[in-house]
């Protein structure tokens, strides 16, 4: 289910993902990873993806970029990015457009960067489809973004490799690489969880600089809720493999209409005023993908259940403006 | 919203209970026809190497000159079992001496497997004491033993066989020395890694901080958890040692006749080759099969240990 | 600028303080004497801890908080004795349980036990959850016990149903792991758990969960906790008292609501003001502080946090700032802290 659809020209979203499905083949069976997930990126925008473990968004992400393993299948919906369908795009095609108007930063800059290549070597590897450019030329756009993103002397350090940089460098570089080809949508997934607290406002400060002046869209995905208020101007919240809410911002963190949003704001410690020895949680697990329950999929942990939620799976209602929760105690509002 | 921890818990499976060990490398062994091929191989050489001797229709020594040189039972078919173009009698022929290659070849399996295994498995525990030492002890001693296994790895496998083999006499122990001194570096150096990798993982550092010896360590904790691929490099060891301990024969300088390795079938069958080429193939065949057969098992348990870790973790 | 000294505290009442520590010095050895001449370094240690001290009291719970680089993991594993002591004293109960064995004398391992951060790979994997949580039992002669009573009650007491026994820690989610440690930790009734980032790797919904289970114990079993960790929102419930570190030193310490409300470093300050707030109102609008940690092996001169101190004068470069005192509990190291220093 979407957001109510705009009516400007279809370019106006980045990216759109609708109905989204992907199943895993495991030797102990099928594993829904994702299912019936919808989220729209709108041109210029931030996006947050906001799940703990087993919600799906690193599943999303790297099925937006086409990286899923062997064993991942999309068994349904669509993927448009600028208004291109992705699904079903020969690979050479996909891999026109991946570096360079759609990229991504990982958790682990390693992912990214090779550690046997110096750096700059690699951040010239990626300019490959520039032909106008000399490599002179080249070379100082690379320096140019190495030193925007905060790495001191850029020229001289292009020589170096991946090992002699800090972690918190190595994201940097990580971030340059993936800003270099001034991408329209860069999906960033948990590029700061390994990083200390210093460093991640540093980097959170790097992507909002880096946004604002080359107006990328950004897919932010993380499980801290701090940094999604930080950064992001719409929030998604996954659980499960399923969107159980969507809104903007403070439509989310001010107004959260689902169950599960509610408890984990309330569970998040940075989030409760008064010191409490005792700290929130939700009780129970999230659900075992290999057998997905009927009904909603956060009835077991909900705090709010009832029979409805047990048998009938929850459609998206609407809870505002641009505002989405999948809760059947949304309906009962609505009917009541 | 505080927790109430039992309930929590109970109903929810997150990892459902992993079938035993050896259940899934069965299971997964039936998606590798390679993996499957080679442990039937194996299972089969085993299996002739304890019941072989007993089930040979003929003692491998038994001489019988009239019957020299009789073709096998194959080449009967084609040309009648006169025993100028073949023989029903003797499954894979005579050799020079009239003695049956069939029963040989059997005995040769048993020889093979024994020296084989059993040097290996001294290697394998001589090694593996060593390596453990040398990964969790002292630098010194694991410079020392490090330096030790160096210079006997280096030095090339086949010329240090030659020249013990002669200073010493070939002899089936000897042999058998021979093949532990070249193996144990090789074990050694691999234990050794993978306890310096293990000795400093996490839950060597949680049992340390509980206030374990050192030996309990290394014996509860270290060494069931990297014996593993020691077992897939050993096995796949078995067949080099076989093929070594040929070609020293071939050479003369391994084991003394009469026993019937399959070296020695080599060597006899090499020189009878123009009158008798049966005797070639029938000592080569069990080699070549012995071969493939551990290595495709060695390669397939090899493949299926890394990856099902990672699986499950 | 009184140099406070430890010593003008007025002492507690004996048996009250369980463990103190003093002067601390814990180093790694980068390399060897005669590397070291030919490159010519003036220095071939790492100095991980230096100079710490602090008291534990019985019953209560101290956060150790620092970034990568801070010292506050070897801190924990010095204690213990799983990384040799190069200087200063470890006192736990008056005694000194390293002095003699610098692994630490096999009673202090039943007094004193460790939770590691990752709780998978801090399980020997090819044990059961049920040899894991006795293993102490084992280790300390006990084995005589009804062992798989002594499980059942770790089991029970920690939360986890009784058939997790049979189980592999690859089989257990990240939370039952954690448990696992726990049971583990406080099998043989110990005084002292010292718990490496005991929230790492767990989702929000589900850190409360460990955090209150050990608080329960804690009142149950009168345990007192060392908490190594970086997250300073969970310090701010669950620790009575908080010292933030930063190369291997302690730049400020005190009962968590001074540290919380009354922060007298520039680096306490930038860590409190780094913490995201999960709330779009509250967006930061600079960022706190700039800079990386230096590295070890090249210490700045002077305040080693002057490189990166928005309030740094020539001072700081030249003169390392002497421990200052604001209160009978509050210690800062800083020439120019935040707030007023009687």
């Known amino acids: ?336 | 919203m505080s927790a109430q921890p039992s309930e929590a818990l109970a109903p929810v499976e997150l990892i459902p209970e992993a079938p035993g060990f050896l259940i899934s490398i069965v299971r997964r062994l039936r998606g590798d026809p390679l993996g499957l091929l080679g442990l039937l191989i194996v299972l089969t050489v085993i299996v002739l190497a304890i019941i072989g001797p007993s089930i040979a229709p003929y003692s491998p020594f038994k001489i019988k000159v009239p019957e020299r040189f009789m073709p096998p039972t194959l080449l009967a078919l084609v040309g009648g079992g006169d025993g100028v173009h073949g023989t029903f009698s003797h499954v894979f022929g005579t050799d020079n001496l009239g003695r049956d290659v069939f029963s040989r070849v059997l005995a040769g399996t048993q020889i093979a497997l024994g020296v084989g295994g059993g040097s290996i498995a001294i290697a394998l525990v001589i090694g593996l004491m060593l390596g453990l030492i040398a990964g969790y002890g002292p630098r010194w001693l694991d410079n020392f033993l490090m330096l030790l296994f160096d210079s006997i790895y280096s030095f090339p496998t086949v010329i240090l066989g030659l020249t013990v083999m002669t200073l010493l006499g070939p002899s089936i122990p000897t042999l058998m020395f021979v093949v532990v001194v070249i193996q144990t570096p090789a074990y050694g150096r691999l234990i050794r890694t993978a306890t310096l990798a293990t000795k400093s993982s996490e839950y060597i550092l949680a049992i340390r901080s509980l206030g374990s010896s050192p030996g309990r360590i290394l014996l509860v904790h270290i060494l069931p958890n990297i014996i593993g691929p020691l077992f897939i490099v050993a096995s796949m060891d078995i067949p080099s040692v076989i093929a070594l301990e040929a070609g020293l024969t071939y050479l003369g300088l391994g084991i003394p006749p009469p026993a019937p390795s399959w070296g020695r079938i080599l060597q006899e069958g090499f020189e009878s080759i123009r009158d008798a080429p049966w005797i070639v193939v029938a000592g080569g065949i069990p080699l070549i099969l012995t071969t493939l057969g551990f290595t495709f098992l060695g390669e397939s348990l090899r493949d299926l240990l890394d990856p099902k870790l990672r699986r499950i973790v | 600028m009184a140099e406070a000294a430890l010593q003008e505290t007025p002492p507690a009442a004996a048996g009250e303080m369980l463990l103190e520590v003093e002067n601390l010095h814990v180093r790694y050895r980068m390399m060897g004497p005669i590397r070291a001449k030919l490159l010519q370094l003036p220095n071939r240690f790492l100095d991980a801890v230096l100079d710490v001290s602090f008291r534990l009291r019985r019953g209560t719970t101290l956060a150790l908080v620092g970034e990568s680089g801070s010292g506050k993991s070897t801190l924990g594993r010095a204690i213990t004795g799983l990384v040799p002591i190069a200087g200063g004293q470890v006192r736990f109960e008056g005694r000194e349980p390293l002095k003699i064995n610098p692994r630490g004398e096999k009673s202090y391992h039943r007094d004193v036990a460790m939770m590691f951060q990752d709780p998978v790979s801090s399980l020997s994997p090819r044990r059961t959850v049920r040899s894991l949580i006795t293993e102490p039992f084992v280790i300390h002669g006990l084995g005589g016990r009804d062992l798989d009573a002594e499980a059942r009650r770790l089991l029970a007491l920690v939360g986890l149903p009784r058939d997790f026994a049979g189980r592999y820690p690859h089989q257990l989610s990240g939370g039952q792991a954690r448990r696992v440690g726990v049971a583990r930790a406080v099998a043989l009734s110990p005084k002292l758990i010292i718990a490496d980032e005991p929230t790492a790797g767990l989702d929000v919904s589900v850190q409360g969960e460990i955090l209150n289970l050990m608080t329960r114990l804690q009142r149950e079993l009168g345990l007192t906790y060392l908490i190594i960790t970086h997250n300073l929102a969970v310090v701010r419930h669950v620790s009575d008292e908080t010292a933030i570190m930063y190369m291997g030193r302690f730049v400020e310490q005190g009962t968590t609501r001074e540290i919380f409300e009354r922060a007298a470093h520039p680096y306490t300050a930038g860590l409190l003001a780094a913490q995201p707030h999960p709330d779009p109102d509250k967006r930061r609008e600079e960022v706190p502080l700039l800079g990386e940690v230096p590295s070890l092996a090249r210490r700045p001169a002077g305040c080693e946090f002057h490189t990166r101190c928005p309030r740094a004068q020539p001072l700081c470069r030249q003169q390392r700032p002497a421990v200052h005192r604001v209160s009978a509990s509050h210690l800062h190291r800083c020439h120019f802290p935040l707030i007023d220093t009687p």
């Open chain 1, 1 to 336: 289910m979407a957001l109510p659809a705009s009516s400007i020209a279809p370019a106006a979203n980045v990216l759109e993902v609708q109905g989204l499905s992907v199943r895993f083949r495991t030797p102990r069976g099928p594993v829904l990873a994702l299912r019936n997930v919808s989220v729209e990126v709108p041109r210029g925008s931030v996006v947050g993806l906001v799940g703990e473990s087993g919600s799906g968004k690193s599943t999303l992400a790297l099925a937006v970029m086409g990286l899923m393993s062997g064993n991942a299948s999309i068994t349904e919906g669509s993927l448009r990015f600028a208004g291109r369908e992705l699904l079903g795009l020969k690979p050479h095609e996909l891999r026109a457009l991946r570096g360079d108007r759609l990229s991504m930063v990982f958790q682990d800059p390693m992912t990214s960067l090779n550690p046997v290549r110096a750096i700059g070597l690699q951040m010239l590897d990626i300019q490959y489809r520039e032909r106008s450019l000399s490599l002179a030329e080249k070379r100082r756009k690379a320096a140019d973004m190495l030193r925007r993103v905060g790495i001191p002397d850029p020229e001289r350090q292009m020589g170096r490799y991946p090992h002699e940089f800090s972690g918190g460098m190595r994201q940097r570089i990580a971030i340059a690489m993936g800003v270099l080809e001034r991408p329209e949508l860069l999906i960033a997934d948990e590029p700061t969880t390994a990083l200390d607290v210093t460093l991640e406002a540093q980097i959170i400060q790097l992507l909002r600089d880096l946004r604002r002046e080359f107006n990328t869209s950004i897919l932010f995905i993380s499980h801290n809720l701090g940094l999604i208020a930080e950064l992001c101007d719409i929030v998604v919240v996954l659980y499960a493999g399923e969107v159980v809410e969507q809104g903007t911002v403070r439509d989310i963190f001010h107004r959260p209409r689902h169950p599960y949003t509610q408890a984990l704001l309330e569970c998040d410690p940075a989030r409760i005023a008064e010191v409490h020895r005792e700290l929130p949680t939700i009780t129970g697990d999230v659900p075992n993908l290999l057998r997905i329950p009927t009904g909603c999929v956060f009835a077991a942990r909900c705090p709010s259940v009832f029979d409805r939620c047990r048998v009938e799976q929850p459609a998206d209602y609407p809870a505002g403006p641009a505002h989405l929760a999948r809760c059947h105690l949304l309906a009962e509002r609505r009917d009541g």
